[in-house]
C-alpha cells in the first residue's frame, strides 16, 4: 500500500498547500480587485492581484474540465494558449461541486462542506446531491422535504458584497436552481441557450453602463465531453479551441475595457471501465458503513458504523491497497488537505470517518440498484492526480 506521503514526495499526487496559489486564491484575488471588502489576501493572492491588474470592468470565466492535460495540446496560436499566464491548483477534492461553491464563497471545502457530488448530511439523516438540490436516492427536490440552501451550504455568498453591477451567466437549465439562486445571493442572472449567446449577454452587460462591472461565466461543455469520451480523445481540442475563439470574440469587442481571467474547477484523468470499482447492494463492505460512500469515486467519503472502524479498515485495505490509500479523517484534518486550518465544527461530521485517496487511474463508487452498469464515465475527476489537479489561469 502507498502512503499519501511518500505519493506527494514522489509526484504521484500533489498536496494542497496554502502556499500554493489555487482556485479559492483565485476568487479572492478578483473579489480584492473588484474593491470587495475583508477578502484574506494571502502571499498567492497577492500575487494573483498583481497579475490580473485593475480593471473596471471584470470577467471570470469557469471552464469546466480544462486541465493543464488539456492547455498543454493547444495550438500555440490559439486564443488560450496566448493569453496562458500560469498554473493554478484545483480544490480539494477537485470536483465541481466543491469548485463552484468555493467560487461562491471564497471558502474552501473545509468551511463550506460540500464534499462531492454526493455530501452527506448526518443531522438531517440524508445524503444530499447538491448541484441539482436533490436527494441522493430518490432525485427528490430537498425543498420537498423542507430543506433550505441553508441548511446545506451554510456560508454567505460573494455576489452581494460585490460594490459593482454582477451578473452570473450559465446554462440555460442551471440559472434558476436553487443552487444557483443561492450562488448569485439575488443578484442578476442569465441562462444561456448557446455559447455566443452567452457572449452577446456579457458584451451587453458591459456596455449597459459606464460604472464598475463583474460578471461569472460558467460552461460545462468540455467536462461533459470529456467524461463521455475520455480526456484525450481527439474531438476534445477542437472543442476548446472554438470556445477560445468565442472568448476572443468577447476580448476583442470590448477591448482594454475589461480584464478577463479564466481558469478551471479541475482537469480529468481517463480511468479504464475495468479500473471502476462498484459497489452493489448487499456487499460485505456496505455492512460496516451508516450510509453508502459519498464525496466522488476519485475521492470516497465513508461514513462507518460504531464500533466496526477497525474491520472496514481491514477489509478496505484487503480489496483496494493497491490503488488507493485509506485516510482516517483526524489525519485528513491535520493534514489539512480540504483547507488550511481545522474543519468547520459545522461541517466536520460531513467527512465522515475515512477518506480513501486513489493513487492511480481508478475508481471507487456505490452502485445503486437499478442503474445500467454501462452508464460509467471514461473520464473522470475529484482526486489528487496532476491530471486532475493542474489548472490554468489565463488572462485577458
Request: with cysteine; proline share 10%.
Amino acid at each position: 500500500m502507498a502512503g499519501l506521503d511518500e505519493c506527494f514526495a514522489d509526484g504521484v499526487l500533489i498536496r494542497p498547500s496554502p502556499q500554493q496559489a489555487n482556485l479559492v486564491s483565485l476568487i479572492r484575488a478578483i473579489a480584492a480587485v473588484a474593491s470587495v471588502e475583508d477578502v484574506p489576501v494571502s502571499p498567492p493572492v497577492r500575487e494573483l492581484i498583481d497579475l490580473i491588474g485593475p480593471a473596471d470592468h471584470m470577467l471570470f470565466v469557469l471552464l469546466d474540465g480544462l486541465g493543464m492535460n488539456l492547455v498543454d495540446r493547444l495550438p500555440p496560436g490559439s486564443f488560450l494558449a496566448r493569453t496562458f499566464r500560469r498554473e493554478l491548483l484545483a480544490t480539494c477534492p477537485s470536483t465541481t461541486a466543491c469548485a463552484l461553491t468555493s467560487i461562491a464563497t471564497t471558502e474552501h471545502a473545509n468551511r463550506h462542506g460540500v464534499t462531492g457530488w454526493f455530501t452527506h448530511l448526518p443531522h438531517l439523516g440524508i445524503t444530499a446531491t447538491v448541484l441539482p438540490f436533490t436527494e441522493r436516492f430518490s432525485g427528490e427536490p430537498l425543498g420537498k422535504r423542507g430543506i433550505r440552501v441553508e441548511h446545506v451550504l451554510p456560508l454567505p455568498t460573494l455576489c452581494p458584497r460585490m460594490p459593482r453591477r454582477t451578473l452570473t451567466v450559465v446554462p440555460a437549465p442551471l440559472a434558476n436552481t436553487a443552487y444557483n439562486n443561492y450562488c448569485r445571493g439575488g443578484t442578476p442572472g442569465f441562462g444561456y441557450t448557446s455559447l455566443p449567446e452567452a457572449i452577446d449577454a456579457l458584451v451587453a452587460h458591459v456596455r449597459a453602463d459606464a460604472s464598475p462591472s463583474y460578471a461569472h461565466l460558467y460552461l460545462p461543455e468540455v467536462d461533459s465531453m470529456c467524461h463521455k469520451l475520455g480526456a484525450d480523445h481527439p474531438s476534445v481540442v477542437p472543442l476548446v479551441e472554438g470556445i477560445g475563439t468565442e472568448l476572443e470574440r468577447l476580448a476583442e469587442a470590448m477591448g482594454n475595457r475589461i480584464r478577463i481571467a479564466i481558469s478551471a474547477d479541475h482537469g480529468l484523468i481517463d480511468v479504464p471501465k475495468s479500473d471502476q470499482a462498484l459497489l452493489f447492494a448487499g456487499d460485505p463492505l456496505l455492512e460496516l458503513l451508516s450510509v453508502p460512500p459519498s464525496g466522488d469515486a476519485r475521492m470516497p467519503v465513508f461514513h462507518v458504523r460504531p464500533g466496526q472502524h477497525a474491520a472496514f479498515e481491514a477489509a478496505f485495505d484487503e480489496r483496494y491497497s493497491d490503488r488507493m490509500a485509506l485516510v482516517d479523517t483526524p489525519q485528513v484534518e491535520r493534514m489539512q488537505l480540504f483547507g488550511p486550518g481545522a474543519l468547520s465544527p459545522k461541517v466536520r461530521d460531513r467527512f465522515g470517518d475515512f477518506v480513501a485517496f486513489p493513487f492511480r487511474a481508478a475508481t471507487l463508487a456505490y452502485h445503486p440498484p437499478n442503474k445500467p452498469v454501462g452508464e460509467l464515465f471514461l473520464a473522470v475527476h475529484a482526486g489528487l492526480s496532476p491530471q486532475e489537479m493542474r489548472v490554468p489561469l489565463c488572462v485577458w
